[in-house]
């Protein structure tokens, strides 16, 4: 029985992803017919050739993925540290509402970074962009760095420093060679959260910024289905590898972090 | 290398965790802290070690405050309860980590390491990681790691506690060797009053975050301040009596009191300061407790009460009717009566 649910669980999450890769390959695939029969590769060569729209959209994303990556865990890390190693009023107000923005609806929440972001003359900007993404994923990725940080014992950096070492020290030769894992993580969380993201980029964007969603997007919209499916397949591909790396990197480095959950 | 504390308070919110510590440790010397959960030991050590601020007080190095010195610049090691090895370093670099955070020479580093892994017993064990050792071996590298940067000042955190007995009489045995042979400074922090007694050359008992007494063992065993101090140690007998001439009259006998104020006085004892005699038959043992090796007789002449120790073997029985002798024959200790 549990295996039955396995695979209807299974083919539920795939059964879209075959559609888009039947529909990227075959034309004119349309019910009700039972399987594809005109494969093509055309479509394929003229979006990866002719198309400057895509790779400015892929462009866009990666760089907006990258940074939203590294602000998103850079924040995490040290608000995670923060909420391990101290305790007091302001400290215990955070810990409940740094999950906020997950529960905020997404409309609010990036129409409240553009009215701040216009405030500051950032409006339609990379920054507002890279904001907007920042604040949906920080929560995760300070969730991934704290449950890192509660196996690092205070003790261990209370050591640290008492053999002289300074803070900054201490980051680059303790805590992140320990939190490998937990930066990978949370980097790969941050920028697939990112690129899968088209509301807020599209808003904070003002569209001066074109990612690879709002490419895809108008395509899917005007019944093209080929492109649309094309340019899905692309998404599928570069999320799981992203995954993957980040799975399999964070698995070598575990080894040396293995003790905190010990 | 003298250490003083003056006045250290501390209090966290609404507690006063410490109060007016007064306290010093001299070159060479392995001073003990000895006191229940609770008392104030770890804060005070990490007051020392520069971890925490304390509310009020100064401590001085050498005559000279270090109060406002970073923790890595105040040259002392902090030994933690647990071992605190950096998990992802090898035991070498682990023991090399503070001569390299202080930049020494590459030669030094190794001799240093090198040395101290020969002492510490754990040359086979340099290139391994921590969780490839014993909890014994852990904590063997983790102090190795803390004496590798040459503290003045080595401050152990109930460092054995982790520790099986028999590893912990090891290496409270290694501890007082490397303190002999490099006349290293200790502040060891202890809830163990057998350890605190048998490795220090000064006591300090911390009760309530107040320093209730500071002496040599032998002194705060025998000659508490008060009762609280001489319970925290262990059993004692109170024995009442009269002091009269220098000479104290009490039921067990009559000993000497020169330096006491005439009238009522108090001598105390240890249990294992008052022997069972089979030949008399003055008392009647009334209670039995076990203490390890020796077991506590509580023996009752119907008026008074005495606590003796003797050796397990010797199998005395409740309602058993024995003599009581005092073995001490001189330096009683008064507590109250003093002039």
Redo the contacts between chains.
């Keep these: 029985m549990r295996k039955l649910y396995l695979i209807l669980f299974s083919v539920s999450i795939l059964f879209s992803t075959v559609f888009i890769l039947l529909h990227a390959f075959f034309l004119n695939y349309r019910y009700p017919e039972l399987w594809p029969t005109h494969f093509t590769v055309t479509y394929w060569t003229t979006m990866l050739t002719a198309t400057s729209i895509f790779w400015e959209g892929l462009r866009s994303s990666i760089a907006i993925g990258v940074l939203n990556a590294m602000l998103s865990t850079l924040i995490g890390v040290m608000t995670a540290r923060a909420l391990t190693r101290h305790d007091n009023t302001g400290i215990r107000w955070i810990r409940k509402f740094y999950t906020i923005p997950l529960f905020i609806p997404a409309m609010t929440l990036f129409i409240g970074v553009q009215l701040m972001t216009a405030k500051l003359g950032l409006a339609n900007s990379w920054v507002a962009v890279v904001m907007g993404h920042a604040l949906v994923t920080i929560p995760y990725t300070t969730t991934i760095c704290h449950s890192f940080f509660e196996g690092i014992s205070r003790d261990m950096e209370q050591a640290a420093f008492t053999l002289g070492s300074t803070s900054l020290q201490l980051y680059r030769q303790i805590l992140l060679p320990l939190l490998a894992p937990a930066l990978l993580l949370s980097g790969a969380v941050g920028f697939l959260i990112s690129f899968s993201e088209y509301f807020s980029t599209f808003l904070l964007g003002g569209g001066n910024i074109i990612s690879f969603s709002m490419v895809m997007y108008p395509y899917m919209n005007n019944g093209d289905h080929i492109n649309g499916a094309i340019l899905g397949v692309v998404f599928v591909i570069i999320n799981l590898c992203i995954f993957w790396c980040a799975d399999a990197l964070s698995k070598s480095k575990a080894k040396v972090a293995s003790y905190l959950f010990e | 290398m003298k250490l003083e504390l003056i006045d250290i308070s501390f209090r966290y919110e609404e507690n006063e965790i410490l109060k007016n510590i007064n306290l010093e440790a001299s070159e060479g010397k392995l001073v003990s802290i000895l006191g229940p959960s609770g008392a104030g030991k770890t804060t005070l050590l990490?007051i020392i070690?520069?971890?925490l601020q304390p509310t009020s007080g100064d401590i001085l190095m050498d005559g000279r405050s270090i109060l406002n010195k970073?923790?890595?610049?105040?040259n002392?090691?902090?030994i933690?309860?647990?071992p605190?090895l950096?998990?992802?370093l090898t035991v070498r670099e682990n023991i090399s980590?503070?001569p390299r955070?202080?930049k020494w020479d590459g030669k030094a580093i190794d001799k240093k390491t090198n040395f101290l892994a020969e002492r510490f017993r754990i040359e086979n064990l340099m290139e391994r990681l921590?969780?490839e050792l014993s909890g014994g071996q852990q904590q063997r590298a983790?102090i190795a790691?803390?004496l590798a940067?040459e503290p003045a000042l080595l401050?152990m955190d109930e460092p054995f506690s982790n520790l099986d007995p028999n590893l912990r009489a090891d290496m409270g045995m290694l501890i007082a060797e490397i303190q002999k042979d490099l006349n290293q400074t200790i502040l060891f922090v202890t809830h163990d009053r057998d350890e605190s007694l048998s490795l220090s050359d000064d006591l300090v008992i911390l009760l309530e975050g107040e320093v209730k007494q500071s002496d040599s063992p032998d002194t705060i065993y025998y000659k508490p301040a008060n009762e609280v101090v001489a319970g925290f140690l262990g059993e004692y007998n109170i024995i009442e009596g009269r002091a009269k001439e220098n000479v104290f009259y009490s039921f067990l006998g009559n000993y000497p009191s020169s330096g006491i104020r005439e009238g009522r006085a108090e001598l105390f004892l240890r249990p294992h300061e008052i022997s069972i005699l089979e030949s008399g038959n003055d008392y009647c043992i009334t209670e039995i407790k076990k203490a390890g090796r020796t077991n506590h007789y509580k023996l009752s002449d119907g008026e008074h009460e005495v606590l003796a120790e003797a050796f397990a073997q010797f199998e005395y029985r409740i309602g058993q009717r024995v003599g009581a002798k005092v073995n001490r024959e001189k330096d009683f200790h008064y507590i109250n009566g003093k002039k």
């Design positions: 990490k070690a520069g971890l970073r923790a890595g610049d105040r002392m090691a902090y933690f309860q647990a605190t950096f998990p992802h980590f503070g955070i202080k921590p969780r983790a790691r803390g940067i401050l």
